[in-house]
């Protein structure tokens, strides 16, 4: 039933405190997976936003392009939409599917032992728990910095496009 090895001896320790230390663990599992929706729905509302201006951007500059015919602009459209298409790409990529591990636990796992002491049982669960609970925070902690890879990419769209109009623009008063 247990995943780790532990050292723990489980036997000296009263049912109350294994079931407090059970209780605390699951609540810790919940509280992860609330933050990890919530982490979700930000991702995937930035990721929204983000292809969004992509495609403002790019079809802003290909109108002035048409109309006027500055290719300055353009490319600097461009270079902003690939910026933010790279952005809205790391936020889809934090929000995709992961493994997660739940609070609770299916209760035929707990069938072969029934007759076992249940503070053991309990103390052998929270082990679990505690497995459970550093899977999820390296998941949290890696789909975190995908979010912050597309913000950073994000925030530097506009850098990106006003350096590429001007570099652009320095081929047309200097040629080379």
């Known amino acids: 039933m247990t995943e780790i090895e532990s050292d723990i001896d489980w036997s000296n320790i009263s049912d109350e405190t294994c079931r407090e230390i059970q209780r ?22 930035s990721a929204s936003i983000f292809i969004g201006f992509a495609g403002v951007i790019l079809a802003a500059g290909f109108a002035h392009w048409s109309q006027h015919e500055v290719v300055e602009i353009l490319v600097s459209a461009s270079f902003g939409s690939v910026f933010f298409l790279l952005a809205s790409a790391c936020g889809f990529y934090a929000a995709r599917p992961v493994d997660f591990f739940y609070p609770g636990e ?3 796992i707990w069938w072969a032992v029934r007759n ?3 503070a053991e049982l309990i103390g052998g669960e929270t082990e679990n728990q505690q497995s459970s609970i550093s899977k999820n925070e390296a998941m949290i902690s890696a789909n975190h910095l995908w979010l912050k890879r597309g913000m950073i990419l994000a925030l530097l769209a506009p850098v990106a496009a006003s350096v590429s109009f001007f570099l652009f623009s320095l081929g047309e008063v200097c040629p080379a």
């Open 24 to 45: 605390q663990g699951e609540v810790f599992l919940q509280a992860q997976l609330q933050t990890s929706i919530a982490a979700d729905q930000r991702a995937m509302t």
């Open 106 to 108: 299916h209760p035929e």
């Open 116 to 118: 076992a002491p249940i």
